[in-house]
């Protein structure tokens, strides 16, 4: 075994899962906007997206089944989400969801701080938890 060489690390299969109801554009832009700077300060490729804007938890998600079907598949091993209210307000369906994701081995990563665009903030503003 050559030890000039460590071992390559498997590359990471990101995914990032939003949903803002109601939808708002800006809004959803902006926490895309911090899911792709935590995907960079991880050091991740850029996540593919899965988002359900505008749907009640409520309401089928259609693109949060095809996350955890990405995740059974093995096309994805990392979701990152603002925090898991993006899959229900309800804490116990949101904890469902995150078990499920975790069975089908996935790591479920939330955002640091605060992801909400505060009124001030113009679009593309950094989130203050994510800029350093």
Known sequence: MDDAH????????PAMYLRCNPYDTREAEYVRTAMEMLA???GLPFPEVYADHGRSARDPLPALENLVRAAEQGWTDV??????FVFSLDDLVAAATVARLARAGCEVVETPGRVVRPVDRPL???PAALSG
């Open 124 to 126: 593309g503003g950094v």
């Open 40 to 42: 960079v300060r991880m």
């Open 6 to 13: 460590p071992p390559a690390r498997p590359v990471r299969r």
């Open 79 to 84: 979701v990152l989400v603002p925090g898991p």
